[in-house]
T-cell receptor, first 115, second 117 residues
Framework: AQTVTQSQPEMSVQEAETVTLSCTYD???????LFWYKQPPSRQMILVIRQEAYKQQNATENRFSVNFQKAAKSFSLKISDSQLGDAAMYFC????????????FGTGTRLQVTL | GAVVSQHPSWVICKSGTSVKIECRSL??????MFWYRQFPKQSLMLMAT?????????EQGVEKDKFLINHASLTLSTLTVTSAHPEDSSFYIC?????????????FGSGTRLTVV
């Protein structure tokens, strides 16, 4: 079974600085998808960034980028120029390539952004 | 695109009563929807996978008779918590796969906070 591990329960970053959230996963599949979701205090789950395992290039969405290391099964999220609005729970998620396959979530990392 | 509407956003009910939560895909057809439960400061726990026109697939340990799921149309799935008790109080979230392709993850509803008193 696939597992997703987020080893940092909480992280803190100063506004305008950069922070990296860690995620590792375990799978025997060669093709799959990885995601980072953000859950602010409103508890609405928001997709931050996604990565296809067959792509070597790391995904980037504005201030958010990932470091995808397939051999190491590592998928970290880097947030640059952190803003107060980035404060939230961040969940790493894994999804096999099946049509209606389910997401497996990590336990989450709570990010605090300080002035 | 790919908007999922969940209703109600919060509900308080008396112990022993039933509560229905709706999840609608507004601008796409969702053959598959997922229902999650989230306890405070914890991750999302998948309860069941809802397939249009067929029975839902429940995760191990989830009571089928307590959490009734109906997916009668391509845009609506409902979760009914039957004979609710205080321990059923939680945050329930639905999600559906958008129509932009398998790699686009899932779109989530805004969640329902259920309090059973």
């Amino acid at each position: 079974a696939q597992t997703v591990t987020q080893s940092q329960p909480e992280m803190s970053v100063q506004e305008a600085e950069t922070v990296t959230l860690s995620c590792t996963y375990d799978t025997s599949e060669s093709d799959y998808y990885l995601f980072w979701y953000k859950q602010p205090p409103s508890r609405q789950m928001i997709l931050v960034i996604r990565q296809e395992a067959y792509k070597q290039q790391n995904a980037t969405e504005n201030r958010f980028s990932v470091n995808f290391q397939k051999a190491a099964k590592s998928f970290s999220l880097k947030i640059s120029d952190s803003q107060l609005g980035d404060a939230a729970m961040y969940f790493c998620a894994y999804k096999p390539t099946g049509t209606a396959s389910k997401l497996t979530f990590g336990t989450g990392t709570r990010l605090q952004v300080t002035l | 695109g790919a908007v999922v509407s969940q209703h109600p956003s919060w509900v308080i009910c008396k112990s022993g009563t039933s509560v229905k939560i709706e999840c609608r895909s507004l601008d796409f057809q969702a053959t598959t929807m997922f229902w999650y439960r989230q306890f405070p400061k914890q991750s999302l726990m998948l309860m069941a996978t809802s397939n249009e026109g067929s029975k839902a697939t429940y995760e191990q340990g989830v009571e089928k008779d307590k959490f009734l799921i109906n997916h009668a149309s391509l845009t609506l799935s409902t979760l009914t918590v039957t004979s609710a008790h205080p321990e059923d109080s939680s945050f329930y979230i639905c999600s559906a796969r958008g129509d932009r392709g398998l790699g686009y993850g899932y779109t989530f509803g805004s969640g329902t906070r259920l309090t059973v008193v």
